[in-house]
């Protein structure tokens, strides 16, 4: 792949997830390198959420999963925020009664900071605006910059982003965009894009890698994936 370091910041290899005797993602190897955006695309029921939950230890797994050469296999989902990966699932899971500002703030046990880092309203102004208006209160857009702004307050070197313009706006949608760019160029961290909508992902993705039934069909620079045939393999 083109990237930008030759360092793997996370590497999966030989990753198997399973529901009891089924086994959901088969053998699955792809990294992640600094400040690389990496979408991970397919069609609905094909293992993507199934892989970020495990990613984060919701689920269990076998095989290999490092990040900065750390295992993280045998580590609970708390200890995989501390060391240095942080999940926003779809659907966003706000607390809803909690205001925006206590919302962020529970992002920040992992970290040494007492209050909301100024640059995480920098990133998204509307929350500074509404930082006193309870979550359950925003809109939809709005809840999901709130879930990106909690993750990232624990200050993590690989950011998992599952499917993030769900029921979006579009206006919103490309806020969310330029967020996710500027973080993956602005320091030492890295971006995992769970995405169903091509033209979003496309316009991301520094790489690429396409899931069917649980396994890895395609794989390569972002740059290439119109004249690989991307989208018709994760058209619905």
Not at 152 to 162: C, F, G, K, T, Y
Request: with cysteine.
């Amino acid at each position: 792949w083109a990237t930008k370091e030759d360092t793997r910041m996370l590497n999966v290899a030989n990753y198997k997830v399973s529901y009891g005797q089924s086994e959901g993602i088969h053998g699955l190897n792809f990294e992640v390198r600094p400040n690389e955006i990496v979408a991970i695309m397919g069609r609905n029921g094909m293992g993507k959420t199934t892989l970020m939950k495990s990613l984060i230890g919701i689920l269990p797994s076998e095989g290999q999963i490092t990040l900065d050469n750390t295992e993280l296999g045998k580590m609970k989902s708390h200890q995989r925020v501390a060391s240095g990966m942080s999940f926003v699932p779809q659907g966003r899971m706000i607390f809803s009664t909690m205001t925006v500002k206590e919302n962020i703030e529970t992002g920040l046990t992992t970290t040494k900071e007492k209050k909301v880092p100024e640059d995480l309203y920098e990133l998204f102004p509307v929350l500074l605006e509404m930082k006193s208006r309870r979550g359950g209160n925003l809109s939809g857009g709005q809840q999901q910059q709130l879930a990106i702004a909690r993750a990232l307050a624990s200050e993590p070197r690989v950011l998992i982003l599952d499917e993030p313009t769900e029921g979006i706006q579009p206006s919103i949608i490309k806020d969310i965009g330029r967020v996710i760019r500027k973080l993956a160029d602005g320091g030492d961290m890295a971006v995992v894009l769970v995405e169903q909508f091509y033209d979003f992902a496309e316009e991301l993705a520094d790489a690429y890698t396409v899931m069917a039934r649980g396994q890895v069909i395609a794989q390569g620079a972002g740059c290439e994936m119109p004249t690989k045939g991307i989208r018709e393999l994760v058209a619905i």
